[in-house]
């Protein structure tokens, strides 16, 4: 067999890696006081091994696995009174693969024996977070959102359904994910940052996602724990924000022009919503209600679904709509549009624009339209998921939000 420098640097890494790890071991050993069965020379000729092994033959690597396991085994079952667990004998088992590995993906190899070092370092911070820092409830919160993101996601079809073929089951999906999502943040930054910060940060990045499905989270922040009033509307009014930064960098990206045309009114817009939310922001961070108990739950499944059927019926009324009443125009089919997204008509209107297909004062109109129509349904949305006082609130932002941005308009 010819000796390359390619095999010299595999070999290397092989060496690196039981290096690595058998020096997080071999500390670990002096710091905790046990005997653990091997070492930092243990997993470097381990490595080693295992590069060494795959070098010259399959089945021979599978052997040295065989024989690696046993031992590792054996050792384990001697000091079964010692209940040390399993990790050093996994690890040392995972090394000799790893140095396989290290000979045909040496970076793949490389980053992985990092991780299990770090995992294997980070011991007590990671048991103390999972025994004394999330809950039962937050775990199971977890695993359905796991569930609902790698499982059920994949499954949904990725096709038009219903009556008038206006449902798609995967956006819906998607709509679901999304709001679970928005809770745990949401319940992320109540813990870490407090409720008067942490919902009105939570609202304002959220908006970027869905100003919708933010507003009707925080709604059932709302209406779930009273306490958090003023910082779920400071969120919900911030994720109005988000949507007209949103709609100018768009615009900025498809088609300077069609901003152009919009600048006062969005600065209008955006500049009346932000000052409101700072107001209300402020508000609540003055309120002096007394402390709560953290929530349990990091999400609702009940809302996130409920708000999932609201927008399917938003899309099957646009739908029927368009059937029955026939193609009226632009401004018809962009207000009906921003029943559900105003994002996807200013792109729509924007590439229509660059396509040369319609002027730039055209494109406003319906643009505005399908902003005025979506901030209708985030007020519905308000009523449905926070109840009336919290719905309240939400709608005087959205009113004077579209009420400025048409007054810019005008003014252009």
């Given at each position: ?95 000799v693969i790893l140095g ?235 207000a009906l549009a921003g ?63 579209v009420s400025a941005t ?7």
């Amino acid at each position: 067999m010819v000796v390359d420098n390619a095999l010299w640097l595999n070999l290397a890494v092989a060496l690196g890696i039981g290096l690595l790890i058998g020096a997080e071991r071999e500390r670990n050993k002096g710091a905790q006081g046990d005997r653990p069965i091997a070492g930092i020379r243990t997993f470097s000729i381990a490595s080693l091994l295992g590069a060494i092994s795959i070098s010259i033959n399959f089945w021979l690597l599978l052997a040295a696995l065989l024989c690696v396991t046993v031992f590792a085994a054996s050792a384990s079952f001697m000091r079964r009174d010692e209940d040390l667990g399993l990790t050093t004998e996994v690890s040392l088992v995972f090394t000799v693969i790893l140095g396989a590995l290290a000979m045909t993906a040496a970076a793949l190899a490389a980053s992985l024996a990092v991780t299990a070092a770090i995992l294997l370092a980070a011991k007590e911070p990671i048991h103390g977070f999972v025994r004394g820092v999330i809950t039962k409830d937050e775990m199971i919160d977890f695993l359905i959102l796991a569930a609902a993101t790698l499982i059920v996601l994949p499954l949904v079809p990725n096709a038009l359904i219903g009556p008038f073929n206006a449902i798609n089951p995967r956006n819906l999906w998607l709509v679901v994910i999304m709001v679970m999502l928005i809770g745990a943040l949401g319940h992320l930054a109540l813990r870490l940052l407090g409720r008067r910060i942490g919902l009105p940060l939570v609202g304002l990045v959220s908006g970027f996602v869905s100003s919708i499905a933010t507003i009707g989270a925080m709604g059932a922040s709302a209406r779930k724990t009273p306490e958090l009033m003023g910082s779920a509307v400071a969120g919900a009014v911030l994720s109005s924000l988000s949507t007209i930064v949103l709609m100018t960098l768009l615009l900025a990206a498809i088609h300077p022009p069609t901003l152009l045309a919009l600048a006062l009114p969005m600065l209008f817009g955006g500049g009346s919503i932000a000052a409101y939310g700072l107001i209300v922001t402020l508000s609540s961070l003055r309120e002096n209600s007394a402390e709560i108990d953290k929530p349990s739950r990091s999400f609702s499944v009940k809302t996130a679904l409920t708000l999932a059927v609201v927008i399917a019926l938003v899309l099957v009324a646009s739908a029927g709509l368009k059937l029955w009443f026939g193609q009226a125009g632009l401004v018809i089919a962009s207000a009906l549009a921003g029943l559900a997204d105003v994002h996807a008509v200013t792109i729509s209107v924007a590439s229509l624009e660059a396509a040369g297909k319609i002027s730039a004062a055209s494109s406003a109109i319906p643009i505005l339209v399908a902003f005025s129509v979506n901030s209708a349904s985030k007020a519905v949305m308000a009523v449905v998921s926070g109840g009336r006082k919290f719905s309240l609130q939400v709608t005087i932002g959205l009113v004077l939000q579209v009420s400025a941005t048409w007054l810019g308009w005008l003014l252009f």
